[in-house]
């Protein structure tokens, strides 16, 4: 019965200072609007990557997913990330870069994803871009020695009475070889970065929102003491 009544005393209040209490939470989201103004803000753009073949037979995909979670490893490493930062002509310390990159695998769809936040758009994209190129150039490097094998084989002495018909199916023949043999590694580009449309930080609505409920939350707190004092609740 006390607990209704004080309920019932407060709702009476809240009639009474209802006008102070928008004001209030109006005051407190203009501030936090205000604040949120002059935060700096963040924009985000992720490259995603396949590792391995888009199919092929269940050892090489398990071999792929594996390879998957080093490639994610990898990509946060700081030799990669101060070899972007260097070619970007950026300033930035290994903290930041921690804190501004991101990855993560699946051993199942075999995907990585590196997520970028810079303070302007193009710059997270331009991160995003470079790096997922840094790290198909890693994972596909030995391909140009494949075909460096591959033709050197076909330059064996023993080789020399062959017609070139037949020196270039034995290239082609090895070069496949030598491929099959890399496909688990074999990283691809399936979703290139994007220009971001909107900072994902600071989040003003959000900001906002919690501004007015702080404004109602004091200021209440304020009129309440205020209305015990003098008997009212």
């Known amino acids: ?10 709702m009476a209040v809240a009639r009474k200072w209802w006008v102070v209490l928008i004001a209030a939470a109006v005051v407190g989201g203009l501030v936090a ?14 490259v995603r990557l396949l590792t391995g073949p888009t199919s092929a037979d269940v050892n090489t995909l398990d071999a792929a997913g594996g390879l998957a979670r080093t490639y994610s490893e990898l990509a946060t490493s700081q030799p990669q990330l101060q070899a972007v930062t260097g070619e970007l002509g950026l300033t930035l310390t290994p903290d930041q870069l921690a804190e501004d990159v991101q990855s993560t695998s699946n051993d ?29 150039a890693y994972a596909n490097e030995g391909t140009k020695r494949d075909d460096e094998l591959a033709d050197a084989l076909v330059r064996q002495d023993a080789l020399a009475g062959l017609t070139a018909t037949q020196l270039q199916s034995i ?33 003003t609505t959000l ?10 939350a004091v200021v209440g707190a304020a009129i309440v003491v205020r209305e015990r004092e003098s008997g009212t609740v």
Do not use: C, H, W
Not at 177 to 199: E, M, Y
Not at 207 to 216: E, N, R
């Open 1 to 10: 019965r006390k607990g209704f009544v004080e309920q019932k005393n407060l």
């Open 33 to 46: 609007r205000g604040v949120a103004a002059f935060m700096q803000p963040t924009y985000e753009s992720t």
């Open 108 to 136: 199942v769809t075999r995907i990585v994803a590196i997520r970028v936040r810079q303070p302007t758009a193009d710059g997270a994209l331009q991160f995003a871009k470079r790096l997922g190129d840094r790290m198909v």
């Open 171 to 203: 290239r082609d023949a090895a070069a496949t070889v030598l491929a099959a043999q890399r496909q688990p590694g074999a990283l691809t580009v399936i979703d290139p970065p994007r220009l971001a449309d909107a900072p994902v930080a600071p989040r």
């Open 207 to 216: 900001l906002v929102l919690l501004g007015a409920l702080f404004g109602v």
